[in-house]
């Protein structure tokens, strides 16, 4: 079992976007996939249709996987399981903190569902807090989505340096570019200068579409409703990458 | 979740219910949305044997000539299908598909098996999500019926069978409510059982070996003839399959059937008149005779590949002359056998045969005739362990190759005869001297068969004496076989000697001492 987390300091990057299509393409690969909702806003859950949890369980999340388990929800997708989010999420922290063992709880409860599952992913809220610190122990990758904008870029190095000062190991992180335009000067020229900055980019990116904002309309991952566009299958050829990674590992 | 898909739940539909008022009843609880439709005519494809039935396993051959092949609990799960490619859609042997996953699958099951539509009829799948307001699904459901191809409106079964999605128990367990309620019952049979059971087809799982259960007691004339009626049905459930060629196993168990009919009849022959022996023997000798040529041929086409594989690869093309040649005649020899299995004369010889022993052989008593079964059968096997232990302990490395060959046919006799009586000794120690037995026999086959073969290839090699020069690179292949096969021939020989060592031991003795004795525990 491997578990990708999509994650950025960041809001409004495509980091929901990159969730969903990659778990779809995940379970249409064979793969048993888990995705679970971290953000109390609960988009990937809106997207799959399903309704957030009920608001006052959150002591299950971080101690018992059979409370866990009976959270989970399938998807309309063979193969495809949803944890909503729930909006008690949004305490996450204050509960870690009074925990032992603060910032390796979510590693422990993932790996606790090794059989149940090929492939985690985190879809994770904006911010960096201890709930991320849980993130970067558990994940086998950080997929980072970066807009390829100046200030994104700083972000993106500030991400780099947290890891640097904290002791997490670089080498998971793997930025991709995300809602790039290719008509626009500016994000041509970032893509170039941080391609050669930091070889640890992705070589697939995904670009700005209508289609892809338009899951909220439609509610089923862009790669369901809008498969043929080549821009949308970018997240398949995303997803074949990370997946040539993570098997080297 | 990797576990949750076990969780189906089949229901059978009451004829009074129709499809209308099951949707409608569907309706007022979820929205009902209708994903596929399909119908089309299908068959059922099995072997003789039922090899697929037997591994739980059912294959379809649809429309469009594809096959799927399901496990049972995935009847009709088109995710979980192996679907192999049917191109030429006349292929029936395992390696006949070209999908190689395919053909590791059947091969195993199907050995040297044909497939062939046990039922044909339409068969509709309709996949129904049930889902919520917002449209997340909560159930899967899949409606199957099947009907007959003169009959495409009336179903002869309709099965529903309801999938939960993870985290949605309380709206499954509300569906199955609903089924219960609408009548909808649950199959008390298994999967595949319940289908074919009501596609009205019973399995015929079949071996050529028999099954006897003799008790100890019955009088032996009795019990011989008993045997040689079963062997004589077994024969007889082989003659449709050879008359249509379907496989080359239906002449094979043809013949075994045949051969121990033989066996039966000169191992045992003290429970017959002495004069009626060699009348029988003849007669039942002839069946066999006439279909040793294309048995020949069969086994000699059926090693192809081996033989290739033997020589360089430069050269194995240089064989094919010789296979199409064989194919040729074997072509001719099938429908000539064919003939004469569907003849006037062959039925009524096999009638008058059937109809000596079908109840019992009626002539005037013998010395054996009237003793009980399990004397017979000791004295028999004992006798026949004896012949073999001693001819075994002559055997060094100058031995003619005839001597093994002649131990090898009392081993086969051996063979038959634990086949005859194991029901009358206990179970356990039989399987003990079955196994022995049974890596004695297989070695002493290759063996035989190395020698077979060698001068099947010799007497070929014979006959192009007249043909053009032309082909000397089959001639040269053809001494490049041989030569081989006389290589695995001696190192085989060696390993017969000492699997005879073995089998003629004083301990195997002892079990021979021990198994064949009248036991309390038999029966």
């Known amino acids: 079992m491997k578990i990708i987390a999509s994650y950025s300091i960041k809001g409004g990057v495509g980091k929901t976007a990159a969730s969903v299509n990659l778990a779809y393409a995940s379970a249409k690969a064979g793969n048993e996939t888990l995705l679970i909702d971290l953000d109390p806003q609960g988009a990937s859950s809106f997207y799959f249709r399903i309704s957030a949890g009920k608001k006052d369980k959150r002591g299950y999340f971080f101690t018992q996987k059979n409370r866990l388990l009976k959270q989970i929800r399938g998807s309309n997708y063979k193969g495809l399981d949803i944890l909503p989010a729930n909006l008690s999420f949004r305490n996450f922290d204050i509960m870690l903190n009074s925990m032992s063992k603060s910032k390796k709880r979510l590693k422990q409860i993932l790996s606790s569902l090794e059989k149940e599952y090929d492939l985690i992913i985190l879809d994770c809220p904006p911010s960096i807090n201890l709930l991320s610190e849980n993130v970067f122990n558990a994940a086998d990758m950080i997929l980072v989505p970066v807009i390829p904008t100046t200030l994104s870029e700083r972000t993106y190095e500030q991400l780099l340096k947290f890891f640097q000062n904290n002791g997490y190991k670089k080498k998971i992180i793997r930025p991709f570019f995300s809602m790039a335009q290719s008509k626009n000067k500016l994000h041509r020229q970032t893509i170039a200068n941080m391609e050669n900055r930091h070889p640890e980019f992705l070589k697939s990116i995904i670009s700005f579409l209508i289609e892809i904002e338009r899951m909220g309309v439609h509610r089923k991952p862009a790669l369901v409703y809008a498969s043929k566009k080549s821009h949308v299958q970018s997240y398949r050829t995303l997803f074949n990458e990370i997946v040539k990674i993570l098997d080297k590992k | ?523």
């Open chain 2, 1 to 523: 979740m990797k576990t949750s898909i076990i969780n189906d739940t089949r229901y059978l539909l009451p004829d009074n219910l129709t499809k209308k008022h099951f949707l409608d009843s569907l309706k007022t609880c979820f929205t009902v949305k209708q994903v596929t439709n399909t119908s089309e005519s299908f068959s059922i494809l099995e072997n003789f044997e039922w090899s697929l039935y037997s591994k739980k396993m059912m294959a379809i051959r649809h429309e469009n000539q594809t096959i799927s092949l399901w496990n049972e609990l995935n009847l009709f799960d088109d995710e979980t299908a192996l679907v192999i490619d049917n191109i030429n859609a006349r292929a029936k042997f395992w390696w006949d598909f070209p999908d190689s996953d395919a053909q590791q699958t059947l091969k195993p099951i199907l050995k040297l098996r044909a497939l062939y539509p046990v039922y044909q009829g339409i068969l509709k799948i309709e996949q129904l999500n049930l889902q919520n307001d917002e449209g997340k699904i909560l159930i899967f459901c899949q409606f199957i019926s099947i009907c007959e191809p003169e009959r495409p409106r009336s179903p002869i079964m309709r099965q529903v069978k309801i999938s939960p999605v993870t985290g949605y128990s309380k709206e499954h367990k509300q569906a199955v409510k609903l089924l219960r309620e609408l009548g909808g019952f649950k199959p008390s049979l298994p999967p595949m059982d319940s289908l074919l059971g009501a596609l009205g087809i019973s399995p015929a799982p079949y071996t050529v070996k028999p099954e006897l259960n003799l008790p100890a007691a019955m009088p032996a004339r009795t019990a011989v003839s008993s045997i040689i009626s079963t062997m004589i049905e077994k024969q007889r459930l082989n003659e449709q399959g050879i008359i249509n060629d379907i496989d080359t196993e239906f002449l094979h168990h043809f013949r075994v059937s045949i051969r121990m009919v033989r066996a039966a009849i000169a191992q045992l022959k003290e429970v017959f008149p002495q004069h009626d022996v060699p009348v029988l023997k003849q007669r039942f000798g002839d069946l066999a005779r006439e279909t040793n040529y294309l048995r020949d041929i069969d086994v000699f086409i059926l090693d192809k590949e081996r033989y290739m594989n033997f020589l360089p690869e430069s050269m194995r093309n240089d064989l094919l002359p010789m296979f199409n040649d064989f194919e040729k005649k074997r072509q001719t020899e099938a429908k000539r056998i064919s003939r004469w299995i569907a003849s006037r004369a062959y039925r009524k010889e096999i009638d008058d045969l059937q109809s000596l022993f079908i109840n019992g052989y009626s002539a005037v008593e013998t010395e054996w005739s009237e003793q009980a079964t399990i004397e017979l059968a000791i004295n028999k096997i004992q006798k026949t362990y004896k012949k073999i232990y001693k001819a075994a302990q002559k055997i060094n490395n100058t031995t003619p190759d005839e001597n093994i060959h002649s131990i090898r046919i009392s081993c086969k006799k051996l063979r038959y005869l634990l086949y005859f009586f194991a029901s009358e000794f206990n179970m356990k120690k039989i399987k003990r001297v079955g196994k022995h037995l049974k890596s004695l026999q297989d070695t002493l086959g290759i063996f035989n068969d190395l020698t077979v073969q060698g001068d099947f290839l010799k007497n070929y090699l014979y006959q192009l004496e007249h043909k053009p020069k032309k082909d000397i690179m089959l001639i040269a292949s053809l001494g490049g076989l041989i030569s081989t096969l006389y290589t695995m021939q001696l190192q085989e020989r060696y390993r017969c000697i000492q699997e005879l060592a073995i089998f003629s031991n004083e301990s195997n003795q002892q079990l021979f001492r021990e198994t064949f004795i009248v036991s309390p525990e038999a029966g």
